[in-house]
């Protein structure tokens, strides 16, 4: 059992950047993928960029690459999404996710914060 809990959503100008954060306790951080899923209202959870256990492999939904970076620091148990030139459509509750394999689908992943709310004004 790993806990995650996400941080640092909030309201933001469209163009401007956030930088979330998710802290990982109890099981060891290092033995889990790690990724950023989306949610706006009214529609399915996205996929938004995933880290290998070690870091060394990212990958991104493509539509994203250019404005957004996943990071870990294992040693903190903590990841992170640096977010970039901020659009409307950005707009979704973020979540922290950890699993065993690293995949864009979230059925792959085992364990989910809670979520922070992120919201573009225009």
């Known amino acids: 059992q790993v806990q995650l809990v996400e941080s640092g959503g909030g309201l933001v100008q469209a163009g401007g950047s956030l930088r979330l954060s998710c802290a990982a306790s109890?099981?060891?951080?290092?033995?889990?993928?790690m990724a950023w899923f989306r949610q706006a209202p009214g529609k399915e959870r996205e996929f938004v960029a995933s880290?290998?256990?070690?870091?060394?492999?990212?990958n991104y939904e493509d539509s994203l690459k250019a404005r957004f970076t996943i990071a870990r620091d294992n040693a903190e148990s903590t990841m992170l999404l640096q977010m970039n030139s901020l659009k409307p459509e950005d707009t979704a509750v973020y979540y922290c996710?950890?699993?065993?394999?690293?995949?864009?689908?979230?059925?792959?992943?085992?364990?989910w914060g809670q979520g922070t709310q992120v919201t573009v004004s225009s």
């Open positions: 996710s950890a699993g065993l394999i690293q995949q864009s689908r979230a059925d792959a992943y085992d364990y």
């Open positions: 880290i290998s256990r070690s870091g060394a492999t990212t």
């Open positions: 109890g099981s060891p951080f290092r033995n889990y993928v």
